[in-house]
Structures are given as structure tokens and as C-alpha cells.
T-cell receptor, first 113, second 113 residues
Framework: AQRVTQPEKLLSVFKGAPVELKCNYS??????LFWYVQYSRQRLQLLLR??SRESIKGFTADLNKGETSFHLKKPFAQEEDSAMYYC???????????????FGSGTRLSIRP | DSGVTQTPKHLITATGQRVTLRCSPR?????VYWYQQSLDQGLQFLIQ???????AKGNILERFSAQQFPDLHSELNLSSLELGDSALYFC????????????FGPGTRLTVT
């Protein structure tokens, strides 16, 4: 079954400390993987996509196919990083499941001053 | 507002009733996606329309239906409402037929009493 698991509902770290938001997935084949973020009183928005290999707002995510993980990392947390983070996957572009995004349950990241 | 818009923001109705939620995509976007976010099910993909045609279906109940009009706005119709249909309903849009670069609306909060 296709599934995205975010084991932590809440993660609280001090400003300046490293952050790692965990995401594990289950998918037969090669999925497209994403991280979405929702800041307080703002819309859900795409943070990054694994294929782009970009660093957005200092965040990176490495796809580990062996461990079926896509953890989100940032070396030094900032207070403005406090938000709800969702890991998600969908099928590759040519597949029937390309549009059927599956979201994890989300992790609330709280950065303490 | 050039982003995705949704109306109404809030909706309170009784069990057994029917409601219609409206979504206007970003200018130039051809795809519209509908999602349901509830406490027990999390964020779930319901259905996608691309340029007026249904493109993908997710976990959408038979009591729910959607359509996309020639001006590309979309409506989600929910009928025979049950208490469990209470949720936040999001719409998103993208230029392409895939959701890899989708933009979310603010959501409609539906409360069924």
C-alpha cells in the first residue's frame, strides 16, 4: 500500500539547533516526493520537491531509496521556521497515480528562542 | 487576488443537506485539485480536473461530485451530508496536468451539525 509516515506529531528545538523532520514512505516504484509547509494563518505551500535538489529557506531533503526515507533537514533552525510540515508523495509523471498525492499526517515544528 | 480563491470561507449546515463549494484557480492554471482535511483522515486527495475534464480520482465518496467549467473555475458538490463530512476542503491549481507545482487556496471550513 502507498503510505507516507511522519512519526513525530510535534518537534520542538532551540533556535540555532539542527532540525530533522522524519518522513518514511511506502511505494511500489519510483515516487515523486515533496515537502509542504503551512505557516500560521497562511496557505499550504510547496517547500521543496526531491527532483529539484534545491535548498529552500535553508532546508534540504535527501531521498534514501534503500531506507525509503525523505527526511527534511536544516542545520540551524530559525524562529520563522515554526510551522506545520507535511511530507507527500505521488506517482511519476506518466503514471496513473501522478495526481494522487498522498500526504503524511504532518509534524508541527516549534522553534524555541 | 491573483492566487487561488475559495468561497465560502465557512459553511455550517445540517445533516442530509447539500452544499456547493467554489474554487477559482490562479490565472493561467488549467488543473484544479480538491482535497479534504479532517482530524481523523488527515489531508486526502479527492479529485482533479484538467481543462474541463476529470483527470484523476482519489478517495471521493459517491455522495460528492465536482466539475470544472469553461472559465476553469470548479465546484465541489457535497450531498446527503453526514457529521463525518465536517472538514476543511482545499482547492489547489497548477498549470500542468500534474500537481508537482500546485498552489493551494485558503480552504472552506464545513461544519455539519
Amino acid at each position: 500500500a502507498q503510505r507516507v509516515t511522519q512519526p513525530e506529531k510535534l518537534l520542538s528545538v532551540f533556535k540555532g539547533a539542527p532540525v530533522e523532520l522524519k518522513c518514511n514512505y511506502s511505494y511500489s516504484g519510483s515516487p515523486e516526493l515533496f515537502w509542504y509547509v503551512q505557516y500560521s494563518r497562511q496557505r499550504l505551500q510547496l517547500l521543496l520537491r526531491h527532483i529539484s535538489r534545491e535548498s529552500i529557506k535553508g532546508f534540504t531533503a535527501d531521498l534514501n531509496k534503500g531506507e525509503t526515507s525523505f527526511h527534511l533537514k536544516k542545520p540551524f533552525a530559525q524562529e520563522e521556521d515554526s510551522a506545520m510540515y507535511y511530507c507527500a508523495l505521488s506517482g511519476p509523471p506518466t503514471s496513473e497515480s501522478a495526481s494522487k498525492i498522498i500526504f503524511g499526517s504532518g509534524t508541527r515544528l516549534s522553534i524555541r528562542p | 487576488d491573483s492566487g487561488v480563491t475559495q468561497t465560502p470561507k465557512h459553511l455550517i449546515t445540517a445533516t442530509g443537506q447539500r452544499v456547493t463549494l467554489r474554487c477559482s484557480p490562479r490565472s493561467g492554471d488549467l488543473s484544479v485539485y480538491w482535497y479534504q482535511q479532517s482530524l481523523d483522515q488527515g489531508l486526502q486527495f479527492l479529485i482533479q480536473y484538467y481543462n474541463g475534464e476529470e483527470r484523476a480520482k482519489g478517495n471521493i465518496l459517491e455522495r460528492f461530485s465536482a466539475q470544472q467549467f469553461p472559465d476553469l473555475h470548479s465546484e465541489l458538490n457535497l450531498s446527503s451530508l453526514e457529521l463525518g463530512d465536517s472538514a476543511l476542503y482545499f482547492c489547489a491549481s497548477s498549470v500542468a496536468a500534474t500537481p508537482y507545482e500546485q498552489y493551494f487556496g485558503p480552504g472552506t471550513r464545513l461544519t455539519v451539525t
